[in-house]
């Protein structure tokens, strides 16, 4: 059976400071792979997704970067965080063939920025 | 842009009650997913519908594709208190395997 994990669970970092939060997912091949970002238990927007090793899409311009070392390894990183980065990050994959839009969540990090 | 409207933003019931929620857009999709969160988890997918009309269960949970393509329904019978959380609709965006989401229906149970 496929799994997927995050970590940290939880994260504190000060403003202007380097973030790395990697998802791994085990049990599939060539996944897609996806981060979110939830703010105050709501709405998940989506940041970045991925079909394959090396190709990152992102959906909205920020403060924000992913890449795709592995087929199974997602990161999402950024150079100097903003308070306004705090929020609830998720990492989901989905089968890269048939029905792709099954997304599977892994427990999230949450990320406070002070 | 596409933008899923999801309807009650919370619920307060009595255990045992049936419950009933929406979701709609004014754009047409052709996949919708219902998920549910707990607090400090992701969301866990419960039912995926991929054809207009389509009437899905799983246990107490009932979903259905609305025949226009733009709504879509859960129903959650008999409800306990370990159906807390907040249930997200979900709908295929653009291509790719990409997901909207609605804002999700925060359910409470009073047992």
């Known amino acids: ?114 | 842009g596409q933008q899923l409207n999801q309807s009650p933003q919370s619920m307060f019931i009595q255990e045992g009650e049936d419950v009933s929620m929406n979701c709609t857009s004014s754009s047409i999709f052709n996949t919708w997913l219902w998920y549910k969160q707990e607090p400090g988890e992701g969301p866990v997918l419960l039912i995926a519908l991929y054809k207009a009309g389509e009437l899905t269960s799983n246990g107490r949970l009932t979903a259905q594709f609305g025949i226009t393509r733009k709504d879509s329904f859960l129903n959650i019978s008999a409800s306990i208190p370990s159906d807390v959380g907040i249930y997200f609709c979900a709908a295929d965006y653009n291509q790719g395997g990409k997901l909207i989401f609605g804002q999700g229906t925060e359910l409470s149970v009073k047992p």
Request: charged share 10%; proline share 6%.
């Open chain 1, 1 to 114: 059976s496929q799994t997927i994990h995050q970590w940290p669970a939880t994260l504190v970092q000060p403003v202007g400071s380097p973030l790395s939060l990697e998802c791994t997912v085990e049990g599939t091949s060539n996944p897609n792979l996806y981060w979110y970002r939830q703010a105050a238990g709501r709405g998940l927007q989506l940041l970045f997704y991925s079909v394959g090793i090396g190709q990152i899409s992102s959906e909205v311009p920020q403060n924000l970067s992913a890449s795709r070392p592995q087929d199974r390894q997602f990161i999402l990183s950024s150079k100097k965080l903003l308070l306004s980065d705090s929020g609830f990050y998720l990492c989901a994959w989905s089968t890269g063939q048939g029905l792709t839009y099954e997304q599977y969540f892994g427990p999230g990090t949450r990320l406070t920025v002070t």
